[in-house]
C-alpha cells in the first residue's frame, strides 16, 4: 500500500492564523518566545509581555523581521493585577480583538520547604498563578465580549503534575494550581465558545536551562528538549 508524504516547510502550511491576533506573556525569551514565533509564522499578529523589556522589543523585531507579522512589545509583570490588565486593554486597543490568550509568564523557586520563606512562596504563586488566572479572565471577557469565541491556553508543567527535585515547593504548587484553574476555566468558559486548554512540557532547552547541558551533558541529552 503506498502511503503519501507530505513535507510541511512551515507552520503556516498546517494552520493559518491571518486575521486573528494571540497575545503572549512572558514571551523575551525561552518557551514564551518560541511560542510567539510560531504563531507570527502562521500569520497572527503577536503582541508579547514581559518584565524585561528591553529583550522583549529586541524579541519583537526578531520575529517581525523573520515572519513578516505584525509583532507588538509592551511591559507586563504577571505579578502585578494592574500591569496584566493593562497588557491585556492595550492589546485590545491596538489590534482591536484578542483571539488567542498564551499564560506562560511564571517564577522559578529553587528553595527546600524548610527554609522557604512565604513572602517567596506568595510571590512564586502571585505571578504563575494568580497572574495566569487574572490575564485568562481579563481576555477572556474581551472574547466574550466580541462574541466570536477565543482560544486560552495555559502554560502548566509536569512539575505540577509529578513534582520534582528538592527545592521546587512553591513552584510545583502554583503550576499544580494551573492545571486546575485550567479544568475550571474550561468548563466555565465553554458556553461562551472559548476553549482553555494547558500544556505541561517538561524540562526544555532555554536560556534558563543551558547550564544544564554544559554540566551534565550525558543526562540532560535524556530529558532535557530543544525549544
Not at 504563575?128 to 485568562?136: E, H, I, M, N, P
Not at 513534582?163 to 479544568?183: E, M, N, P
Not at 551534565?216 to 528538549?225: P, Y
Amino acid at each position: 500500500m503506498a502511503v503519501a508524504r507530505v513535507a510541511l516547510h512551515s507552520l503556516s502550511e498546517l494552520v493559518s492564523l491571518k486575521g486573528r491576533n494571540a497575545v503572549v506573556t512572558g514571551a523575551a525569551w525561552g518557551l514564551g518566545k518560541a511560542a510567539a514565533r510560531r504563531l507570527a509564522e502562521a500569520g497572527a499578529s503577536v503582541p508579547i509581555g514581559d518584565i524585561d523589556v528591553v529583550s522583549a522589543a529586541k524579541t519583537a523585531g526578531e520575529i517581525s523581521e523573520a515572519t513578516g507579522s505584525r509583532v507588538l512589545s509592551a511591559y507586563s509583570d504577571a505579578g502585578d493585577s494592574a500591569s496584566v490588565l493593562a497588557l491585556v486593554d492595550t492589546a485590545a486597543r491596538e489590534l482591536g480583538s484578542i483571539d488567542i490568550w498564551v499564560n506562560n509568564a511564571g517564577l522559578p523557586s529553587s528553595v527546600p520547604i524548610f527554609d522557604l520563606p512565604e513572602e517567596e512562596f506568595d510571590k512564586v504563586v502571585a505571578v504563575t498563578l494568580k497572574g495566569t488566572f487574572v490575564g485568562a479572565r481579563a481576555a477572556a471577557r474581551h472574547m466574550a465580549e466580541a462574541g466570536k469565541g477565543g482560544v486560552i491556553v495555559n502554560v502548566a508543567s509536569l512539575a505540577g503534575l509529578l513534582g520534582i527535585a528538592s527545592g521546587q515547593a512553591a513552584y510545583v504548587a502554583a503550576k499544580h494550581g494551573v492545571v486546575g484553574l485550567t479544568k475550571q476555566m474550561a468548563i466555565e468558559l465553554g458556553p461562551h465558545d472559548i476553549r482553555v486548554m494547558s500544556v505541561a512540557p517538561g524540562v526544555c532547552l532555554t536560556e534558563n536551562t543551558a547550564f544544564l547541558v554544559t554540566c551534565r551533558r550525558e543526562t540532560s541529552r535524556r530529558w532535557v528538549f530543544p525549544v
